[in-house]
C-alpha cells in the first residue's frame, strides 16, 4: 500500500473557499443573503473540480461544501413558495445542520465508498470498519451538540468542528503510521 501523503495545500484552499468566501462577504457587509449566495457559488465551483476527478475530496470538507451548496437556495425556495414559517424555522437552525450535512455524507461514504467516511484507501476492512463508526459516533455528537448548544453560537460551532477535524487528523494519522510501519525496511538487512 503506497504511503499516504497530505494534500497539497491550494487543493484544501479550494476546499476551505467556500467557507471562507461566505465569511469574509458576511463580516465586510453583514449581509447573510449576499454571503449564502456567495459561499454557494464558491461550493458549486469545489463541487464541480470534485466531480472533475482533479480534487479528491476530504470527507468533512465535502459535506461542508455540499451544505454551502444547498443551503442558501433551501432557505430562499421556501421563502419564495411563501412558507415564510418554515422558511424562519430553517433560517434559525441553519448553522447547526450544517453538522447534519456532515453526518449524512459520512453516513453515505462509509456505505458506498471503498475508503469510508474517512475516504483514505486502506488495506483492512476492519480498519474502515472501526474509522467508520468513530467518525459517525464523533459526527452524531457533534449535532446533538450543535442542535441542542444554543447559547452561544461561537461554541455551538467551533468545538464540534474542531473535535471532528481532530478525530479525522487522528485516524489519517494511524493509517499513515500502519501504512509506513508495514513497508520499513529492517536495519540489518539491505533493501531489495
Not at 479528491?56 to 421563502?79: D, K, Q, R, W
Not at 453538522?99 to 465508498?113: H, K, N, P
Request: proline share 6%.
Amino acid at each position: 500500500m503506497p504511503q499516504i501523503r497530505h494534500k497539497p495545500i491550494r487543493h484544501t484552499a479550494i476546499e476551505y473557499a467556500p467557507s471562507l468566501a461566505f465569511l469574509l462577504v458576511y463580516l465586510l457587509t453583514e449581509n447573510m443573503r449576499l454571503a449564502g449566495w456567495t459561499g454557494t457559488g464558491f461550493a458549486l465551483m469545489t463541487c464541480i473540480t470534485y466531480a472533475r476527478g482533479s480534487l479528491s475530496p476530504h470527507s468533512i470538507f465535502l459535506g461542508i461544501n455540499i451544505y454551502m451548496l444547498c443551503i442558501t437556495p433551501l432557505i430562499e425556495a421556501v421563502y419564495a413558495l411563501d412558507m415564510n414559517a418554515a422558511g424562519a424555522t430553517l433560517n434559525a437552525h441553519a448553522q447547526p445542520l450544517l453538522f447534519v450535512s456532515i453526518l449524512v455524507t459520512g453516513c453515505i461514504l462509509a456505505t458506498v465508498s471503498k475508503s469510508g467516511f474517512l475516504n483514505i484507501p486502506q488495506s483492512s476492512g476492519g480498519s474502515i470498519k472501526r474509522d467508520n463508526r468513530i467518525l459517525i459516533g464523533v459526527s452524531t455528537a457533534a449535532t446533538v451538540w450543535a442542535l441542542s448548544f444554543d447559547s452561544s453560537r461561537l461554541l455551538q460551532m467551533s468545538l464540534p468542528l474542531i473535535l471532528l477535524f481532530a478525530t479525522h487528523r487522528a485516524l489519517a494519522a494511524r493509517v499513515t503510521h500502519r501504512s509506513t510501519e508495514r513497508h520499513r525496511v529492517p536495519q540489518d538487512r539491505p533493501p531489495e
